[in-house]
């Protein structure tokens, strides 16, 4: 398989997943009161949100380099 081909299908596979997600998820920890032994904590979860234009972009990059490797090796045989 060419790189070209292999680029394309992964970012196919990308853009796929980034619209069925629409983002990234994590937790994070915080310390909020800490006097002596006393010690109080916060956990939250955050998103960083993937806009859906960027997937469908990265799905229609991958569609385009895949045809275009797949040309190109035709033409090459």
């Known amino acids: 398989m060419k790189a070209g081909m292999l680029v ?26 800490d006097i002596g032994p006393i010690e109080a904590t916060s956990k939250t979860t955050k998103t960083i949100p993937i806009p859906p234009i960027l997937a469908v972009l990265a799905m229609i990059g991958g569609v385009a380099i895949v045809i275009a490797t797949a040309r190109g090796g035709a033409a090459a045989a």
């Not at 992964?10 to 629409?22: D, E, K, R, S, T």
């Not at 990234?24 to 915080?30: D, G, P």
């Open 8 to 33: 394309g299908l992964l970012l196919i596979v990308l853009g796929i997943g980034a619209l069925a997600y629409q983002g990234i998820s994590y937790k994070s920890e915080e310390k909020i009161l």
